[in-house]
């Protein structure tokens, strides 16, 4: 069974940096797609950002390029999420996932419905204060 652990998640001011990480275990982590999605109060979960197996592609939200970078350690099956410039409209609940066949792309990621995925971690709590 796929295991998904986030962390690094707190309460930080608007402009502020924080960099979250993912350890993934129970599947061949170098095989797939990695991504990060958030889901703040009352709203529907949402995709954030996702790097290709090999680390050298990557897609994001609109509203966080520019100031979030995803990366990923494959020898540690981690992969980070490294956000700056936060603004109040980033606070929500952020998880990690892999993505649900092997060897695809981070826009192939970022276009999956939500239903198809079958497990999440519990998440790490991101809060930006004004």
């Known amino acids: 069974q796929v295991q998904l652990v986030e962390s690094g998640g707190g309460l930080v001011q608007a402009g502020g940096s924080l960099r979250l990480s993912c350890a993934a275990s129970?599947?061949?982590?170098?095989?797939?797609?990695m991504g990060w999605f958030r889901q703040a109060p009352g709203k529907e979960r949402e995709f954030v950002a996702a790097i290709d197996w090999r680390g050298g592609s990557t897609y994001y939200l609109d509203s966080v390029k520019g100031r979030f970078a995803i990366s990923r350690d494959n020898a540690k099956s981690t992969v980070y999420l490294q956000m700056n410039s936060l603004k109040p409209e980033d606070t929500a609940v952020y998880y990690c996932n892999n993505d649900t066949l092997p060897l695809r792309t981070p826009l192939a990621m970022a276009t999956n419905p939500l239903s198809e995925y079958k497990y999440w971690g519990q998440g790490t709590q991101v809060t930006v204060s004004s």
């Open positions: 129970g599947r061949t982590f170098t095989t797939y797609v």
